[in-house]
């Protein structure tokens, strides 16, 4: 494998664990009923821990790979002078606190036991939200400087912020709509979902509007080229277009159908999540090849 084919399945590997982290973390913590939340941490505790492990180790992996692009390939990647003058760049900087912050999350996962259990789920929350809002600070996110590099750092934060909250709850609802179907969490499962899809219009909305001020704020308009990134970001485009229709046909169509058509509604519905998790995870690869590549 190539040095960038590494660094964009590096990437992919952290967006990934880091927006399952936030979204499982937001569900037990802020949308699931008070007495459900240690249970569903419980049951989500698999989740919670290899995205955790996986963030950190995919944040290592990126300072590497971006050690060895700095270098001269492979070999530079474990030379300690060219990690030192990376952590001294931009990208550097933003990335040790990255490394700091995973490392936080894992030693508090590890002593969870000593920690009251609504507690540790909230640090962890923190902590990953904290380093997914570091990401704002990196990449084609940092390229403008003075107010409209604050405003372009901020619509960043927002999009990566909603964008966690709508694809990284996807995970925890499927395991919702399958503990829907035992009446000891019925109540409590739909209750979590309900305000998962409550909110998960706004950060859909969200996802959209900040997609489009980060497009204008890189390429401008109208572009002035048509190039690979352009057309990445179209099929970008297309792709958030079919898992909006996806969780519009789930919330709208199947949803309503629960009482009358039973099993066959709530499997159709689990289908199609799953669908949309994947679809996601290609948008999240495709995020991965925006980084190397240049804007215009």
């Known amino acids: 494998m190539s040095l960038t084919g590494f660094y964009i399945l590096c990437r992919w590997l952290h967006f990934c664990?880091?927006?399952?982290?936030?979204?499982?973390?937001?569900?037990?913590t802020l949308l699931a009923p008070a007495r459900y939340r240690a249970d569903l941490t419980r049951r989500l505790m698999p989740l919670i821990r290899v995205s955790t492990g996986l963030t950190l180790l995919s944040a290592l992996l990126l300072l590497a790979a971006q050690t060895g692009q700095m270098g001269d390939g492979w070999q530079d990647t474990l030379e300690g002078d060219i990690w030192l003058a990376v952590l001294q760049t931009q990208f550097g900087r933003a990335w040790q606190w990255q490394l700091a912050l995973a490392v936080l999350c894992c030693l508090v996962l590890c002593f969870r036991r000593r920690l009251s259990g609504q507690l540790c789920q909230q640090t962890?929350?923190?902590?990953?939200?904290?380093?997914?809002?570091?990401?704002?600070?990196?990449?084609?996110?940092?390229?403008?400087?003075?107010?409209?590099?604050?405003?372009?750092?901020?619509?960043q934060t927002v999009h990566l912020l909603s964008a966690a909250f709508w694809a990284g709850g996807l995970l925890p609802v499927v395991y919702l709509m399958r503990a829907a179907r035992s009446p000891e969490h019925r109540y409590d499962a739909i209750s979590t979902m309900m305000r998962f899809s409550r909110?998960?219009?706004?950060?859909?909305?969200?996802?959209?509007?900040?997609?489009?001020?980060?497009?204008?704020?890189?390429?401008?308009w109208p572009p002035a080229s048509f190039r690979l990134y352009s057309q990445l970001l179209v099929l970008k485009s297309l792709l958030v277009g079919v898992m909006m229709g996806i969780a519009l046909f789930n919330r709208y169509w199947l949803v309503p159908r629960f009482q009358h058509s039973g099993a066959g509604a709530q499997q159709s519905f689990i289908t199609s999540t799953l669908v949309e998790i994947a679809l996601a995870a290609v948008v999240l690869l495709v995020v991965g090849i925006f980084a190397t590549l240049e804007p215009a």
């Open 17 to 28: 664990a880091l927006m399952s982290l936030v979204g499982a973390g937001v569900t037990t």
């Open 124 to 155: 962890v929350l923190l902590l990953a939200v904290l380093q997914l809002c570091g990401l704002a600070f990196t990449g084609h996110a940092a390229m403008l400087d003075g107010w409209s590099g604050v405003f372009q750092r901020a619509n």
């Open 199 to 220: 909110y998960g219009h706004l950060a859909v909305m969200l996802v959209v509007i900040s997609g489009v001020i980060n497009a204008l704020l890189l390429l401008g």
